[in-house]
């Protein structure tokens, strides 16, 4: 059974950078599409960005970002490592949540799949506060 561990999470002043990493066990994850989703108090659990898996035949490296992260977020993999990473730049208290790593199912690479429901391997999350 996958396992996922999500670390890097803290406090830090709006304008700062936060690397998140989540490292899995249980499996490879390289057929995997995987991603990060947040939740605030109060919110839903929402996408942040997702990242494609090996085995999208004809296509490179799939990646989709939220409009809200676009251009400050990057998300990466390391497939030998078995893990994935999210860098955070020019954080923003609106973007204080729990932050979540997760993958979908072995052979689903495609990374188009951005809802919750589209992914059945979660962290437990890791608490990010941004402070004005």
């Known amino acids: 059974q996958l396992q996922l561990v999500e670390s890097g999470g803290g406090l830090v002043q709006a304008g700062g950078s936060l690397r998140l990493s989540c490292a899995a066990s249980?499996?490879?994850?390289?057929?995997?599409?995987m991603g990060w989703f947040r939740q605030a108090p109060g919110k839903e659990r929402e996408f942040v960005a997702t990242i494609s898996g090996v085995g999208v035949a004809g296509v490179g490296i799939q990646i989709y970002y939220a409009d809200s992260v676009k251009g400050r977020f990057t998300i990466s993999r390391d497939n030998a490592k078995n893990t994935i990473s999210l860098q955070m730049d020019s954080l923003k208290p609106e973007d204080t949540a729990v932050y979540y790593c997760?993958?979908?199912?072995?052979?689903?690479?495609?990374?188009?799949?951005?809802?919750?429901?589209?992914?059945?391997?979660w962290g437990q999350g890791t608490q990010v506060t941004v402070s004005p």
């Open positions: 997760a993958a979908r199912g072995l052979f689903q690479s495609s990374a188009a799949m951005r809802t919750p429901f589209d992914f059945v391997s």
């Open positions: 249980g499996r490879p994850l390289s057929t995997s599409a």
